[in-house]
């Protein structure tokens, strides 16, 4: 059996993973990679003679399935947790604490925000549950026009924006409150009088001391790289997947490269038995233009977000606040009314107890929203001069760094508008009627590294079963 995996980030190595284990030794697997590197939106680099990640930088611990793998590949050990380190906010010209008591920035109890808000905000928000009980329509609705409709404007901008910014690169005008808030939406669907009490209902009665993030202590690229040794498969760098094209017979013709004539024919095609796409929407949307046109046109669909990091390493004497990190409004303005650059950054420092030791203080600046090219359309110069300005202003760090490192993700987050989930269906619909193909990656059920795992935990299985019926 022969099976094409067509991307490299972690959609891709997890499901060359699981298929290997699902088809055994025999099976020939080619992982197919545009770029020269493995691991997406995973990247760990060398900084300060440590490894440090410059991507994703974590992944939720309370979601199973990334936990599970890194343990199945045997990098349990190396499986780590945050410190106690609380993560703050900038408000009102002001750092706070993040207050507890919320989710993605919504109160359980108007006294959770009484001191990040003005007092007009505050009051937006003790008004809330006395407000009709909302109703939502059985589709999807846009999230950020209903929560200011209900809590108004302060609270979106000031607390909920920034941390979805964290995760989607977007605020919450272009989400969808299904899309990105299931449970909240579920809660409401189930008869809560408020979004208030829609809050309440999906936080837990005590905390709970299970930690909510994960990384590895070597690196994420860690996991990148045990993946694709025990994928076994095949490793084609440096060429896109031009095309795809259905064969008579059954499988998959696979075109590299921009032109085919740029290369040795044994280099420039590939048949396969079958495919699994795990690229981002834009590249699923063009290989599907002829096999799957109707989920190519949804994919087409999905709007992106590009985002840059800015990795700091600072003089071993530099003092971080007593903070994982913070977070920026966005209309938050510096002492010179500027608006910062950095959406948050990460002390990674002070986050994390194996970056605490050595020889330089190593912090992440991150910069770009959704709809804000403008940020990113500057030299990586410029980029670590304005975040460093915006360090400067938040903490008083103006030191040198040793070493600074830019890596930019052009169209990195895909956007989960109020159309999304209705476009997934028809995409998933329209890839299920065509024999030896699947699809997996984050443009489908989830941004995160667990989201991802999952489908392309899915994914592969759906593959193998097929193929075993032929």
Not at 76 to 97: D, K, M, N, Q, Y
Not at 248 to 254: D, V
Request: proline share 7%; net charge neutral; aromatic share 4%.
């Amino acid at each position: 059996m022969r099976v094409a995996v067509v991307g490299g980030g972690i959609s891709g190595l997890a499901a060359a993973y699981r298929l290997r284990e699902l088809l055994g030794p025999g099976a020939e697997l080619t992982l197919c990679e545009s770029t020269e590197v493995l691991g997406g939106k995973i990247r760990t680099e060398r900084l300060a003679g440590r490894p440090f990640d410059v991507g994703a930088e974590a992944f939720l611990a309370r979601r199973p399935e990334a936990m599970r793998l890194a343990e199945e590949v045997g990098l349990g050990t190396e499986l780590v947790h945050p410190t106690g380190a609380r993560a703050t906010i900038r408000a009102g010209g002001h750092t706070h604490r993040l207050p507890p008591g919320t989710l993605m920035g919504l109160p359980c109890d108007p006294a959770a925000v009484a001191g990040l808000l003005s007092e007009e905000g505050r009051r937006a928000v003790a008004a809330e549950p006395r407000l009709p009980p909302p109703v939502l329509p059985a589709g999807d609705v846009p999230l950020g026009p209903l929560l200011r409709e209900r809590f108004g404007d302060e609270l979106v901008d000031t607390l909920v924006d920034p941390l979805l910014g964290g995760v989607y690169a977007g605020g919450s005008d272009g989400l969808g409150l299904r899309a990105t808030l299931p449970g909240l939406a579920a809660a409401v669907d189930s008869g809560a009088a408020s979004l208030t009490a829609a809050v309440a209902a999906q936080l837990p009665a005590a905390p709970s001391p299970a930690p909510v993030f994960a990384t590895l202590t070597g690196g994420l690229g860690a996991l990148v790289q045990r993946l694709a040794e025990r994928s076994g498969a095949r490793l084609r760098l440096g060429l896109p997947v031009r095309a795809l094209t259905r064969l008579s017979g059954g499988g998959w013709r696979l075109a590299f490269g921009a032109a085919a004539q740029e290369h040795a024919p044994e280099q420039a095609e590939l048949e396969v038995d079958a495919v699994l796409l795990a690229v981002p929407a834009p590249a699923a949307s063009k290989l599907l233009s002829a096999a799957a046109p109707l989920a190519a046109t949804a994919l087409a669909e999905v709007e992106l977000a590009s985002m840059a990091v800015v990795s700091l390493a600072l003089p071993p004497a530099t003092v971080l606040p007593d903070a994982s990190g913070v977070l920026i409004g966005v209309t938050e303005r510096r002492r010179d009314g500027e608006p910062f650059t950095a959406k948050a950054f990460t002390f990674s420092a002070r986050k994390w107890a194996h970056h605490r030791d050595g020889d330089a203080v190593l912090v992440r600046g991150s910069a770009g929203r959704f709809g804000e090219n403008g940020t990113l359309r500057v030299t990586d110069a410029e980029l670590v001069r304005r975040v460093r300005a915006d360090l400067a202003e938040l903490t008083g760090i103006g030191a040198e760094p040793l070493r600074t490192l830019v890596t930019r993700w052009g169209g990195g987050l895909p956007q989960y508008d109020a159309g999304h989930l209705g476009r997934v269906a028809r995409i998933e619909r329209a890839v299920a009627e065509v024999p030896a193909l699947e699809l997996a990656g984050a443009s489908l059920h989830g941004v995160g590294i667990p989201a991802c795992v999952a489908t392309a935990d899915a994914a592969a299985r759906r593959l193998a079963r097929s193929q075993r019926s032929l």
